[in-house]
């Protein structure tokens, strides 16, 4: 059985942004910047480490209790930062990584937990799923690690998760924020012509 005490949180916070035209994870929505909803949502699930892949950003997870890796080169795609969590993960002997984005600020503590009650052990592979396709949060055993490591380009784990077992929930809580329109429909979500108002 898998459990949050056993396990690495990887959040995966070094994307460049480009369709997004600007750094995303620092734009404000509600009381903090987009990065941190994820942070706060999880902030109680005791993870045996958390860890921050990160590139060019001005946010100090590091203050919020999270191991700060710097991904030299996001250019060569997420796998690359998921290789960077996941050689950490292994070196503080996690027997799992899951694996976050922090452009997913909808996330909930309580879809984590039934990710690992979907768990089964070292093989694990647990996605999230909108009912469609699947997608992070996902959670991986160590069995896996190999796997990830192995990994190329912007795919990520995507092939992965695929064939794993999927935990449904509210398309509205795996929304990612890809672009300035994706950001604004959100707002709008929330009653705000823009934050701040």
């Given at each position: 059985m898998l459990t949050p005490e056993r396990t690495a949180l990887v959040l995966l916070a070094a994307g460049h942004s480009h369709r997004f035209e600007g750094d995303k994870l620092s734009e404000p929505f509600l009381d903090k910047p987009l990065a941190y909803?994820?942070?706060?949502?999880?902030?109680?699930?005791?993870?045996?480490?958390?860890?921050?892949?990160?590139s060019n950003t001005g946010l100090d997870f590091g203050a919020l209790g999270y191991q700060v890796e710097p991904n030299p080169d996001p250019s060569l795609g997420q796998a690359r930062?998921?290789?960077?969590?996941?050689?950490?993960?292994?070196?503080?002997?996690?027997?799992?990584?899951?694996?976050?984005?922090?452009?997913?600020?909808?996330?909930?503590?309580?879809?984590?937990?039934?990710?690992?009650?979907?768990?089964?052990?070292?093989?694990?592979?647990?996605?999230s799923s909108d009912g469609v396709q699947p997608r992070p949060p996902a959670l991986f055993g160590r069995n896996?690690?190999?796997?990830?490591?192995?990994?190329?380009?912007?795919e990520g784990a995507r092939q992965l998760i695929k064939r794993g077992h999927h935990v449904v929930t509210s398309p509205a809580e795996l929304v990612d924020v890809d672009t300035?329109?994706?950001l604004e429909k959100l707002r709008k979500l929330y009653g705000l012509e823009s934050d701040g108002k």
């Open positions: 909803h994820v942070v706060t949502a999880l902030e109680n699930v005791p993870f045996l480490t958390r860890i921050a892949v990160v930062s998921l290789c960077h969590g996941v050689t950490v993960a292994k070196e503080a002997g996690a027997e799992a990584v899951l694996v976050a984005l922090a452009d997913m600020p909808r996330v909930t503590a309580a879809h984590v937990y039934r990710m690992f009650d979907a768990a089964d052990g070292a093989g694990t592979i647990v996605a896996m690690f190999d796997d990830l490591l192995d990994l190329e380009g912007d300035r329109a994706d």
